[in-house]
């Protein structure tokens, strides 16, 4: 079991390109959430999805991201339009079920540098 | 607002000496904790979570309702506990993946 799996790893686009990050639960997995690290920070939670659904947004900003999990296939964070400001890691955790007896299993983070 | 605190960036230790990581939140509510780590070219993991009450690694942390805390501690470091620890709490009953978490906290111990 390959674990969560997350790619790119770094990722590198101009402002106003748009970022694509894909994420792979472990296998079996039905729960995914997406997390921002910015620089000298923790980690803030973006999006809640299990398949085919979203669960919680609270944490994405309103404008240029979105989130998908479809039934086949990785989640999809996706980025329009990319700012300075979107610079940090992002990381993607699954878990196999509903509930604190399941802990996260967290990736390696993609990289995103916006220049 | 809800917030978790680690008030520490760096935390240096030599081997053997004991370590304390301190971690106080901001919630109204029942509060469900946990520290996750990650070790040097690793994933974050879980590393333990306050109502397993279980002691991983040699570490502990008691959920200390009245000053609001969730201090880890271990009272004998090793070399290898070096990393980048993370508290973290859930406001969503029954719900461990949406977590706030804090800053983090860096570990070296030192031979």
């Known amino acids: 079991n390959a674990g969560v799996m997350q790619n790119p790893r770094h990722l590198v686009r101009r402002r106003g390109q748009e970022a694509r990050l894909r994420c792979s639960p472990v296998k079996g997995h039905s729960h995914v959430y997406w997390y921002r690290q910015l620089p000298e920070e923790g980690l803030k939670f973006m999006v809640y999805?299990?398949?085919?659904?979203?669960?919680?947004e609270s944490g994405m900003p309103k404008e240029r991201f979105s989130a998908e999990f479809p039934k086949e296939g990785p989640s999809i964070l996706r980025i329009q339009q990319v700012v300075r400001g979107d610079s940090a890691a992002y990381f993607c955790?699954?878990?196999?079920?509903?509930?604190?007896?399941?802990?996260?299993?967290f990736g390696n983070g993609t990289r995103l540098t916006v220049t | 607002a809800q917030r978790v605190t680690q008030p520490e960036k760096l935390l240096s230790v030599f081997k053997g000496a004991p370590v304390e990581l301190k971690c106080n939140y901001s919630y109204s509510g029942s509060p469900e904790l946990f520290w996750y780590v990650q070790y040097s070219r690793q994933r974050l993991q879980l590393l333990l979570r306050?109502?397993s009450r279980e002691s991983i690694k040699g570490f502990t942390a008691d959920l200390n309702k009245g000053e609001t805390s969730f201090h880890l501690k271990k009272p004998f470091a090793q070399e290898e506990d070096s990393a980048m620890y993370y508290c973290a709490l859930s406001t969503v009953y029954n719900q461990g993946g949406k977590l706030i978490f804090g800053q983090g906290t860096e570990l070296s111990v030192k031979p």
């Open positions: 999805l299990q398949k085919e659904n979203i669960i919680d």
């Open positions: 306050h109502i």
């Open positions: 955790a699954s878990s196999p079920e509903w509930g604190n007896n399941s802990p996260l299993h």
